[in-house]
């Protein structure tokens, strides 16, 4: 079991809390949520390899070394207790950007602020906190210490080493306050753990090795994780596998005899280009594969709109021709994906909850069709994949929306896919006048929040922005 760390805090100064692609304080007011950051402390434990860590995820580990380590929390709660639901979502940052990024926060936060979650983020790597050139993708390095050395510089990280160990610790630190509780006045019921990208890499190295351990999380969604793992701290004769190009890199799976639910949520772009077709595996009853057709691995919303939106705002549905993400910093050739990526994260952490908190699993849906050798997307007669999770962006179209497409250079720009809008040609052939476009959204629509893949709420906003636009007027 991990050790339960010492806690300070709420840390009032100087600065405040840094984090890119997170909610500004006065739109947490408005939804009667409030930023606090907590430092934590303690001695914690590093892994090495008790078996051959086997593809199929039965891996074994056992405590390899010890360390001591300070790091941070950050901590968005209800500022009324009573609004909270029970259900902490721990977010292990994202770090391959050179700096700290929480984009499951920015993907889901409309839907854990509406229905009272507690959201954690936590800075369980040394990347965020001490910086590391190896973890960035070439855009910027802004570690922690970097970011605001006045608030940060008493934080102290041993190494990826000890990330998993850190990451249990920070959830012990909530499942067993001691004398400051991040939670006081909240009776915490379910941890899910969640993480984005290569966090989710680190976390299919945490549910295969570590929950079995330490058992502190009741669910886990994977989101866009691709066909392996990082295997940083965990290594086998000595080798450093944190290190191997994810090209290169063969598949694990995550063990079936899991505990709690895991969830794996992929786009286009996982499926494909980050090669996770190669470890797709079946639903069982603790485990389920959600891939969405119409999606990037990085997208317009987590990009540019999600940082803003209150989630009444029917515009982030809207599907619009965008290259710019962040101005002189990140720039694509070509318009980058703006598909229903963020609507189905909302449903899927709201159905993962309900799965931990009612036994009621997920509904299972398609995969993406894929065919040939060398494995390639079966397309629709517009452009648009077959299979996966279905909603109008693609079963009633108006563009091509990919996970592919985008040129590589810089690396990071292949991972936002494109938009390609239907010419008017296209468009009067599949949409004779406006009543029609919008009465088919609706449908399409209805029958995705019937499956669970979307919510009520944002179900609602995608019709609003329908009967809004001018698709189907001459």
């Known amino acids: 079991m991990a050790s339960v760390p010492t806690v300070e805090g709420p840390i009032t100064g100087p600065g405040a809390p840094f984090l890119m692609n997170t909610s500004p304080p006065d739109a947490l007011a408005a939804a009667g949520y409030e930023a606090q950051e907590y430092f934590i402390s303690g001695t914690a434990r590093s892994y090495r390899a008790a078996n051959d860590l086997p593809a199929n995820g039965m891996w074994e580990v056992e405590p390899d070394g010890y360390a001591g380590y300070r790091t941070r929390i950050l901590v968005y709660r209800p500022v009324d207790a009573a609004r909270f639901n029970g259900t ?34 936590v800075s369980a790597q040394y990347g965020g906190v001490e910086g590391n050139p190896a973890t960035s993708l070439g855009l910027v390095r802004l570690d922690l210490k970097t970011a605001d050395p006045g608030r940060y510089a008493s934080l102290s990280h041993p190494g990826d080493d000890y990330c998993y160990d850190i990451f249990s610790q920070a959830a012990a630190a909530v499942r067993h306050p001691g ?24 976390l299919t190295v945490y549910v295969n090795a570590i929950q079995p351990r330490d058992h502190l999380f009741d669910g886990f969604l994977l989101h866009g994780r691709p066909c392996s793992a990082s ?55 603790k485990i389920r594969l959600w891939e969405m057709a119409g999606t990037a691995h990085a997208d317009l919303y987590v990009g540019i709109t999600g940082m803003r939106d209150a989630g ?15 101005p002189g910093v990140l720039e694509c050739p070509l318009p980058i994906n703006s598909g229903p990526q963020h609507f189905i994260a909302k449903a899927a952490i709201h159905q993962l909850d309900r799965w931990v908190r009612t036994g009621m699993a997920p509904a299972i849906t398609d995969r993406i069709e894929i065919a040939g050798d060398p494995p390639a997307f079966v397309l629709d007669a ?27 250079v810089p690396l990071v720009n292949s991972l936002f896919g494109t938009t390609e809008l239907f010419d008017d040609a296209v468009l ?18 209805d029958a995705a929040i019937r499956l669970g893949f979307l919510m009520p709420e944002d179900g609602e906003l995608i019709k609003a922005a329908a009967a809004a636009s001018r698709i189907g007027i001459r």
């Not at 950007?97 to 983020?121: D, M, Q, S």
């Not at 009444?312 to 962040?326: C, G, K, L, Q």
Request: with cysteine.
């Open 179 to 202: 004398k400051v509780n991040p939670l006081a006045g909240c009776r915490v019921e379910r941890i899910l753990g969640v993480g984005e990208s290569q966090s989710a890499m680190q």
């Open 382 to 408: 517009y452009g648009n994949v077959k299979g996966g999770i279905r909603t109008p962006y693609v079963d009633v179209p108006i563009a091509k929306l990919s996970g592919l497409g985008q040129p590589a």
């Open 312 to 326: 009444s705002d029917p515009s982030v549905a809207n599907v619009v021709e965008v290259t710019t993400i962040y």
């Open 428 to 445: 009067s052939e599949l949409y004779p006048d406006h009543q029609a476009y919008v009465t088919a959204v609706a449908n399409s629509t």
């Open 88 to 121: 902490v979502v721990m977010e292990w940052f994202n770090v391959s950007g050179g700096l700290e990024a929480g984009p499951a926060w920015t993907f889901t936060h409309t839907e854990l602020l509406r229905r009272g979650y507690v959201w954690i983020g």
């Open 231 to 285: 295997l940083g701290g965990i290594s086998m004769e000595g080798a450093d596998l944190s290190k191997v190009n994810l090209g290169d890199m063969p598949a694990v799976f995550i063990r079936t005899d899991t505990d709690v639910p895991v969830l794996m949520l992929e786009s286009e772009t996982d499926v494909m280009l980050l090669g996770y077709y190669k470890a797709r595996q079946a639903d069982t009853d």
